[in-house]
């Protein structure tokens, strides 16, 4: 069974827009409510940026499963034998689910604890951020192993090969870079407004660049359909 998306691109603008909204009000809320003193434990639950069981959170595993979904659902109209390949797909599609199980259950927090037990790991201050080095090194071997799948979609398509690669840019730098930063010089004062600065556009810039991805995924699966009522 193959799925068809009717969707235009004014369609998929208007969704983006929404999304860039729901996230500028996640940050608004999260700093109005630093600012006003977290007044409330259960509304510093739910706004804070950096709890694990924020709405903000929740919304961002909900983006990365949705776009899990969606590259499985390309893998359905991919060739097995021509690149890009429907295994890459399928493959890109189990990274973005696993990366929405991380967000909603702090999976590398908990791979964290047990890699800083190892003497020879590398690691940021305080023992934070040795689940980067894994998740970096697991990222480099993918890339490596399917560089052909993703040079064969940028010729195929080099605009939408752009969108998701910067989506996927911009992801990385709130989810690594930023959190990089906040972990070397700004975890010694969680209270400074450095700090709250930091989350709040880290998390921002992972959410935008799921919505940019997103947005690229959409806009394979469109055509799909075009090449489908050819």
Same mark, same amino acid.
């Given at each position: 069974?193959?799925?068809?998306?009717?969707?235009?691109?004014?369609?998929?603008?208007?969704?983006?827009?929404?999304?860039?909204?729901?996230?500028?009000?996640?940050? @608004?809320?999260?700093?109005?409510?630093?600012?006003?003193?977290?007044?409330? /434990?259960?509304?510093?639950?739910?706004?804070?940026?950096?709890?694990?069981?924020?709405?903000? @959170?929740?919304?961002?595993?909900?983006?990365?499963?949705?776009?899990?979904?969606?590259?499985?659902?390309?893998?359905?109209?991919?060739?097995?034998?021509?690149?890009?390949?429907?295994?890459?797909?399928?493959?890109?599609?189990?990274?973005?689910?696993?990366?929405?199980?991380?967000?909603?259950?702090?999976?590398?927090? %908990?791979?964290?604890?047990?890699? %800083?037990?190892?003497?020879?790991?590398?690691?940021? %201050?305080?023992?934070?951020?040795?689940?980067?080095?894994?998740?970096?090194?697991?990222?480099?071997?993918?890339?490596?192993?399917?560089?052909?799948?993703?040079?064969?979609?940028?010729?195929?398509?080099?605009?939408?090969?752009?969108?998701?690669?910067?989506?996927?840019? @911009?992801?990385?730098?709130?989810?690594?870079?930023?959190?990089?930063?906040?972990?070397?010089?700004?975890?010694?004062?969680? @209270?400074? /407004?450095?700090?709250?600065?930091?989350?709040?556009?880290?998390?921002?810039?992972?959410?935008?660049?799921?919505?940019?991805?997103?947005?690229?995924?959409?806009?394979?699966?469109?055509?799909?359909?075009?090449?489908?009522?050819?």
């Amino acid at each position: 069974m193959k799925i068809h998306f009717d969707l235009t691109v004014r369609d998929l603008n208007k969704l983006f827009l929404g999304l860039i909204l729901i996230e500028l009000l996640l940050v @608004t809320g999260y700093v109005l409510n630093v600012l006003w003193g977290s007044p409330s /434990w259960i509304v510093t639950r739910l706004v804070d940026l950096d709890d694990e069981g924020s709405i903000a @959170t929740w919304f961002s595993s909900m983006q990365l499963f949705i776009v899990g979904l969606l590259f499985f659902f390309k893998s359905r109209h991919a060739n097995a034998v021509e690149l890009p390949s429907a295994i890459f797909f399928c493959i890109l599609g189990l990274g973005f689910i696993f990366l929405s199980v991380d967000e909603a259950a702090a999976i590398h927090e %908990k791979i964290n604890i047990v890699l %800083k037990q190892v003497v020879f790991m590398p690691r940021f %201050k305080g023992d934070h951020g040795v689940w980067i080095y894994m998740y970096v090194s697991l990222a480099g071997i993918f890339l490596s192993l399917t560089l052909r799948n993703f040079i064969a979609l940028w010729k195929h398509s080099r605009r939408i090969a752009f969108i998701m690669a910067i989506g996927l840019l @911009t992801f990385v730098t709130g989810a690594v870079l930023l959190e990089i930063i906040g972990y070397q010089f700004l975890r010694n004062d969680m @209270t400074s /407004w450095r700090y709250v600065t930091e989350v709040a556009l880290e998390e921002f810039l992972e959410m935008l660049g799921i919505s940019i991805v997103l947005y690229g995924v959409l806009l394979l699966l469109m055509e799909v359909n075009i090449e489908g009522n050819e």
